[in-house]
Each structure stands twice: as C-alpha cells, then as structure tokens.
C-alpha cells in the first residue's frame, strides 16, 4: 500500500489545498509544510481570516468549499514532499469520525509526514486522531472573539487534548488586557505557559507589529513563547500562502 493508495469513495469538504509553503504561526513557525484546509466550525469568531469555510450568511458555501476524493487531496498536498502537513479549517476536528479523516491521516503517516492539526480547542481527539497526529497546534478564543464562554471554552476537550502530550497552545491577543485574560485562562485550566504562545490578532503588516511590539515584553515576562504571523510578513493576506 503506498500514500496514494486509498479508497476512492473516501472524501472529505476542502476550501483549498496548497503549498509547499511555511507555517507562519506557532512553534513550528518557518517551517517548510503544505496546507490542507477544510470546511466547516463551529464557532463565528468576528475576526476570522477564514469565514468563508462557514459563513453561510456572507457567502454560498457550496461555491467556497468542495467534497473532494482523499487521493486527490494527497496528490495535492504532497507536491514537493514536505516533511510536515498541516490540517486546518475551519475547525478539522469536526471531520474526525468520517471515514476520509482516517484515511487521511493514514496516507499521510504512510507518506512520511508528520501532521500538525489546528484546532479551536473544542472538540476532543478521537483515539485514532489522538495516536496519529504529531502535534496539535491549539488555538482557544478568548472574549473578544465574539461567542459566549460556555460555546469556545470545552474544559474537558482542552483536558483530552493536553493529555495527549502533543498540544501547544495558540493565544490570539490584541493587547494587554486580552494577555491578561490568558493568564487566568492558562491557571484556570493548568496550562504550562512553556507550552503557551502569544500571536497578535491583524491580517497586515503595520496591525501585527504595533500588536507584537506591545505584548511582546510582557508575554515573556508571563513566561509565555511569542509567535508572529510569518505568512503575512511575506506575502501579506494573500489567500493560498
């Protein structure tokens, strides 16, 4: 059996798939990676760079996104043979229990790769998602994001996914008081700040630097790791980079 190798019946819903490029946001930022980007979330954050994987209201979804056979996803995503793939959304959890997530990640295993999932930090891994992901690149929302507390904050599906020793954290902050509330989120929930990083929310170059140059000192002294957002310092908020 070879990466490519799977059922053609398999699928899953992609807004887009492309690279090699680099991860500009997290710990594995600069590194060299391809992007498998699906659709749907079940969150509404007012900032999202991404809303056209499930605003219905601002966009015709059935346009945006495409079911598309797993193999040619993989043909796609392993163009230039990256050492990493990373599966991003939307929220890609929502896709776990379908036959194509496994077939996926399997064919990516089979590949060589390793997989990063980003993930909003409200849905738990399945066994097969949490013992074949190399890491999960966390992101919870924080107040200004716009939903309640009760829909963006999952304390058990926090819990599974710091259990699997394979989860970083992603914090997306506009300024001090949004470092603040990271604060209390990571004693609330025992996060170590080690495994903490603080990335400024803005999809230009101007918004990201006055944002890093204010959080930057005290997100070190909190003992917080800092990411920028690499992918707009170079090519801007330019889709498919």
Known sequence: MTALDVDTNDTLVVREVFGPTVQGEGPSTGRRCSFIRLGGCNLTCTWCDTPETWDAGRYNLRETLTRRPI????????????????????????????????????????????????????????????????????????????????????????????????????????????????????????????RVWIMPEGTDNATITRRLSELADPAIAAGFNVSPRLHVAIWGDEKGR
Not at 98 to 104: P, Y
Not at 139 to 157: V, Y
């Open 71 to 194: 193999h040619q996803i993989l043909a796609h995503a392993l163009q230039g043979d990256p050492a990493m793939v990373v599966i991003t959304g939307g929220e890609p959890l929502l896709h776990q229990r379908k036959d194509g997530w496994r077939a996926l990640l399997g064919a990516l295993i089979l590949a060589g790769a390793e997989i990063e999932v980003e993930t909003n930090g409200t849905q738990e891994p399945t066994e097969h998602t949490a013992r074949w992901v190399t890491r999960f690149n966390v992101s919870p929302k924080l107040a200004h994001a716009g939903d309640p507390a009760e829909k963006r904050i999952r304390p058990g599906a926090l819990y599974a996914l710091h259990d699997t020793r394979k989860a970083c954290f992603k914090f997306v902050c506009r300024g001090l008081d949004d470092l603040r509330e990271v604060q209390a989120f990571t004693a609330a929930h025992a996060i170590d700040p080690e």
